[in-house]
């Protein structure tokens, strides 16, 4: 635990680049990183960085990786290699979407335990599909997974979830989910159909709109509702259920956003990391001040700020890059 203390010092002043703005850390296979290609990010109760990559699931305390991979013989390792998401639970358990089907890992027992979830017809079945996004909403003990097969809630502290029809059917591929606390709904957008909405209450799923049937991402922020797609990113206006005109002005495939303060980040698949303020009509392409780039890709999965402020980025075979928080003095 001293090493995980003194590790976000340490990352901010080891690898700091004179003369730059923020200081800017790089990890990738050649540092224990088991793969370069990072889709999820995620911090955990005790500061740990836990790191989703193509090509196994990375624990980080600041010096050293953990790496967490399939093993055949295994029946208690991780369900599959390439990892699509993490989030965690009240316990401090982590729920991790693989393309082999969610599993949650127990880490004192250092075990991983699939998922499994009733049908409309009572009977139990595998999660085996891609899960795409988990969202844990510890008010509600509730954990929400965004699967190849459909929308799956659980009650924290149970393996065995239930399946939500849409339309009466389930076998839908639901891409992304966000939270609204004041509305206490699940915004959810199903390929091929459109933004949707779960009430929790009612437990009903329906389509909300239909303009847009395809996107990588939605992410509810302080403006609204935001869509990132193939073709660029969307605001979406509650009370006249219709979205804004495409925030990029050339056709950009959008793969996460994040709210820092005043400031909107968005990750593009080969356009590089751009940012969004109040006074701006369209994304700025952001570039760190200083001899050292931010960024080793200009392919961007995920984007993720720890409880610290430091920014963190996930790339395609960029490995990871992080932003300290605060200003190198020259």
């Known amino acids: 635990m001293d090493k995980l203390k003194s590790f976000l010092i340490i990352s901010l002043l080891s690898i700091s680049a004179f003369g730059q703005n923020f200081p800017i850390k790089h990890l990738d296979i050649s540092s224990g990183l088991s793969n370069n290609s990072v889709a999820s990010i995620y911090q955990d109760q005790n500061g740990y960085m836990w790191f989703g990559t193509f090509d196994g699931l990375n624990r980080y305390d600041g010096n050293d990786f953990k790496i967490y991979r399939n093993i055949h013989t295994d029946p208690n390792s991780i369900q599959g290699n390439a990892i699509s998401c993490i989030e965690g639970d009240y316990a401090n358990n982590l729920w991790i979407g693989t393309t082999a089907g969610p599993v949650i890992f127990n880490a004192e027992r250092s075990s991983f335990s699939p998922l499994k979830y009733y049908d409309t017809n009572k009977k139990i079945k595998p999660l085996n599909g891609t899960a795409y996004e988990i969202i844990a909403v ?40 966000a939270y609204n606390a004041n509305k ?42 935001w869509i990132g797609s193939d073709e660029g990113a969307y605001l979406y206006n509650y009370n006249l259920n219709n979205y804004s005109k495409n925030y990029f002005t050339e056709k950009t495939v959008v793969r996460d956003f994040y709210q820092q303060e005043d400031r909107l980040w968005i990750a593009t698949d080969g356009a590089g990391l751009f940012t969004l303020t109040k006074n701006q009509t369209t994304p700025l392409l952001y570039r760190a001040n200083g001899p050292v780039a931010l960024l080793n890709s200009k392919s961007l999965y995920d984007i993720f700020q720890s409880k610290n402020g430091e920014m963190w980025f996930g790339t395609l075979r960029g490995g990871v890059s992080m932003m300290g928080k605060k200003t190198t003095l020259f």
């Not at 929308?151 to 839908?172: D, Q, R």
């Not at 959810?188 to 009612?202: A, E, N, P, Q």
């Open 184 to 225: 206490q709904v699940f915004y959810v957008f199903i390929t091929g159909k459109g933004l949707c909405k779960f009430d929790i209450k009612s437990q009903k799923l329906t389509l909300l709109n239909d303009t847009i049937t395809g996107a990588n991402c939605i992410k509810l922020t302080k403006e609204g509702l």
């Open 138 to 177: 510890h008010s509600l003990h509730i954990i929400l997974v965004a699967t190849k097969e459909g929308i799956v809630i659980f009650k924290e502290g149970e393996k065995t979830g239930k399946a939500i029809p849409f339309n009466g059917k389930l076998h839908y591929i639901a891409r992304s989910i």
